[in-house]
């Protein structure tokens, strides 16, 4: 795993995942052991549970950075209302797909570029 955070009702996660385990896979065990650990450490609160769906992005090594830092201040882009909509959305039967480009280099590119994915 790369990086982990969230807010309130969602949690980010960046991870690195081998070619040989299907994505769906990998979320369902990710999902399966958090709810384990929660709610035995809990266990006098109401159990906590996840929703049926998620959302994934793929992406390519040279942003992997960016990603990383968006997700380690999920709680300061909230707070801040910075955020980048298609990260955050529910795409609940979507699918977007970015438009082939030549990739940026910078992080402002990244972030703009990010933004334009509505």
């Known amino acids: ?26 979320v369902e065990q990710v999902k399966a052991v958090a709810w384990v650990r929660y709610n035995q450490a809990n266990p006098h609160i109401e159990p906590f549970y996840w929703q049926e769906e998620f959302g994934v992005f ?41 438009p082939p480009s030549i990739y940026s280099e910078t992080d402002v590119d990244w972030w703009r570029e990010m933004l334009e994915m509505e």
Do not use: C, T, W
């Not at 969230?6 to 994505?23: C, Q, R």
């Not at 709680?75 to 529910?90: F, G, S, T, W």
């Open 1 to 26: 795993m790369r990086a982990l955070d969230g807010y309130l009702d969602h949690v980010h996660m960046v991870a690195s995942i081998p070619h040989k385990i299907a994505v769906s896979k990998f």
């Open 58 to 98: 793929s992406f390519d090594r040279k942003r992997l950075p960016n990603f990383v830092a968006y997700v380690q201040r999920q709680k300061a882009h909230h707070a801040q209302n910075n955020l980048i909509p298609v990260l955050e959305r529910d795409l609940v039967g979507e699918i977007i797909r970015e």
